[in-house]
Nanobody
Framework: QLELVESGGGLVQPGGSLRLSCAAS????????TGWFRQAPGKEREGVSC????????NLADSVKGRFTISRDNAKNTVYLQMNSLKPEDPGVYYC???????????????????WGQGTQVTVSS
């Protein structure tokens, strides 16, 4: 069974940091492009960052540039999103998603992604 499980969300003060994890089972992430998306209440799901199967990183949102870093640990079959300098506009449910087609490119759109985790909540508040 193919599954993505996110963890690491929580409540953090503005300026704080969180590291989200996305663990895969049933398939190997280093063959599949993986993205992080977020969805705030009342808003559409938006792409945040993406790492391709070849390790190329694409920033999908200008608002997180320089603050969020995506990475992958092939041995643990896990993709991470390190979030620093969190701002009040960053909260939402954060999802990881993977594309089924091997060696595909990153995309900022939700459509090309076939596998989704259940999401993890990020709250930024003082």
């Amino acid at each position: 069974q193919l599954e993505l499980v996110e963890s690491g969300g929580g409540l953090v003060q503005p300026g704080g940091s969180l590291r989200l994890s996305c663990a895969a089972s049933g398939f190997t992430l280093d063959y599949h492009t993986t993205g992080w998306f977020r969805q705030a209440p009342g808003k559409e799901r938006e792409g945040v960052s993406c790492i391709s199967s070849k390790g190329g990183i694409t920033n999908l949102a200008d608002s997180v540039k320089g603050r969020f870093t995506i990475s992958r640990d092939n041995a643990k079959n896990t993709v991470y999103l390190q979030m620093n300098s969190l701002k009040p506009e960053d909260p939402g449910v954060y999802y990881c998603a993977a594309r089924a087609r091997l060696y595909s490119a990153c995309s900022a759109y939700v459509g090309p992604y076939d596998y989704w985790g259940q999401g993890t909540q990020v709250t930024v508040s003082s």
